[in-house]
């Protein structure tokens, strides 16, 4: 078994930022919608802005530009992540939280579709 460090990074695959114009919405009893903040083949994280209860368990996601039509719908996931955000205002009274999701057993449509999201809305790796 190989041990990481504690700042060696555990991913699969590389993660990439999106261009600003991209969204996720998690389908639970109060759906959340929120910009992606970083996509890869494995899973994505995005902020939004918190109602009801923060999201656990196993879920669908969609993802979606307000530019070229596209959307990839009801892609399965495991949420592994909901945490609280800092405001960026001091003033705010809106509580952020950023939510990660790894993808579950896509069929090969949906496959297809993340790979084109990959590569025509996405603007840089994450190092």
Known sequence: MIMLGPNEDRRKYARF?????????????????????????????????????????LSEIDIFTTENDFYLKLLPVQVIMDSSLEPE??????????LGVQFGEMTSNQMSKLDYFLQHHTVAEIA
């Open 17 to 57: 930022k999106v261009s600003k114009d991209a969204f996720a919405v998690i389908r639970t009893s109060d759906n959340k919608l929120g910009r992606i903040r970083d996509v890869s083949r494995g899973g994505l994280s995005f902020e939004y802005i918190m109602k009801g209860d923060p999201a656990e368990g």
């Open 89 to 98: 205002h001091a003033f705010s009274s809106l509580e952020m939280r950023r």
